[in-house]
């Protein structure tokens, strides 16, 4: 049963942006916080940014700093990643992720991933 499901990945040139969505069922939503990671090839997977719904409390990588944005819709049971000024390293397979504990240490939920590809 499909609890996160992404959409909004594509191919871009570097400066350029993409949204990223991800739905969660109601339960997750409610009950967890919500992050996305990315795993470019090659690498380990990495936590891009994160966000307790509750509150709107938000975590962002160095990497990704001033850059993307993390945002909630709690009508749509959704979480945003606007990426905005992209560069070719941030290409990578993008994840969204649920997690009850909020560590994302041992993670309750993933989707199944969403491709970007920023070229040069």
């Known amino acids: 049963q499909e609890q996160l499901a992404e959409s909004g990945g594509g191919s871009v040139q570097a400066g350029g942006s993409l949204r990223l969505s991800c739905v969660a069922s109601g339960y997750i939503y409610s009950s967890h916080c919500m992050a996305w990671f990315r795993q470019a090839p090659g690498k380990e997977r990495e936590e891009v940014a994160a966000?307790?719904?509750?509150?709107?409390?938000?975590y962002y990588a160095d990497s990704v700093k001033g850059r993307f944005t993390i945002s909630p819709d709690n009508a749509k049971n959704t979480i945003y990643l606007q990426m905005n000024s992209l560069k070719p390293e941030d290409t990578a397979m993008y994840y969204c992720?649920?997690?009850?504990?909020?560590?994302?240490?041992?993670?309750?939920?993933w989707g199944q991933g969403t491709l970007v590809t920023v070229s040069s």
């Open positions: 966000i307790y719904t509750g509150d709107g409390r938000s």
């Open positions: 992720a649920a997690d009850r504990q909020c560590d994302f240490k041992e993670v309750d939920a």
